[in-house]
């Protein structure tokens, strides 16, 4: 039972640190948040979309097309 527990935090464990390290760490192992626009518009939104449909499929799929979207506006 503590094992299936434990293993529901780790889809949101594994995306949280996919999506920091994208939005806040640079190529050269920096912390920055310099011209990263689209990416921070679009992890709000990603955000907003997990917390409301709890569908990790469907956050990255729309987290995807906000990011093709808004960097083509920005």
Do not use: Q
């Amino acid at each position: 039972a503590w094992f299936n527990e434990w293993m529901r935090y780790v889809p949101i464990s594994l995306f949280t640190a996919l999506v920091v390290k994208d939005l806040f760490i640079s190529p050269v192992y920096t912390v920055t948040i310099v011209n990263r626009a689209p990416e921070m518009i679009a992890a709000v939104i990603v955000i907003a979309i997990a917390y409301w449909t709890r569908s990790m499929a469907l956050s990255v799929v729309l987290g995807l097309i906000a990011v093709f979207l808004l960097a083509m506006v920005v």
